[in-house]
């Protein structure tokens, strides 16, 4: 139901797009969330998107550096990653929180998230 793409290798300073389709829930009122885990380490949350898609959130490592937006009508996400460092280097997933109450609302823990896509590598090379 959720499909992630867009990850590859690319050196620091580059920058990629993600993106999460999604199909069989309710979209439009889900909130997007982007997790991604580094090899022997914990998932950890990055971003994610009110369903609104008037307000989003990030984790402090990368603000200033990824943008997050959603288009409700395509049914599709983005991670928008730029100024790419070689701790960015995980795997990306997308998460669908189809229960969050308010449409400015954040979701930030993976508890939280009912759908999951299966996964996109993101390599940043120094």
């Known amino acids: 139901q959720l499909r992630a793409s867009g990850g590859g290798l690319v050196q620091a300073g580059d920058s990629l797009k993600l993106s999460c389709a999604a199909s069989?829930?309710?979209?439009?009122?889900?909130?997007i969330g982007w997790f991604r885990q580094a090899p022997g380490k914990e998932r950890e949350f990055v971003a994610c998107?009110?369903?609104?898609?008037?307000?989003?959130y990030y984790v402090d490592s990368v603000k200033g550096r990824f943008t997050i937006s959603r288009d409700n009508a395509k049914n599709t996400v983005t991670l928008q990653m730029n100024s790419l460092k070689p701790e960015d280097t995980a795997v990306y997933y997308c998460?669908?929180?189809?229960?969050?109450?308010?449409?400015?609302?954040?979701?930030?823990?993976?508890?939280?998230?009912?759908?999951w896509g299966q996964g996109t590598q993101v390599t940043v090379s120094s």
């Open positions: 998460a669908a929180d189809a229960d969050a109450p308010f449409e400015t609302s954040g979701s930030f823990y993976e508890f939280e998230y009912s759908y």
């Open positions: 069989g829930l309710t979209f439009s009122s889900s909130v």
């Open positions: 998107i009110s369903w609104s898609g008037t307000t989003p």
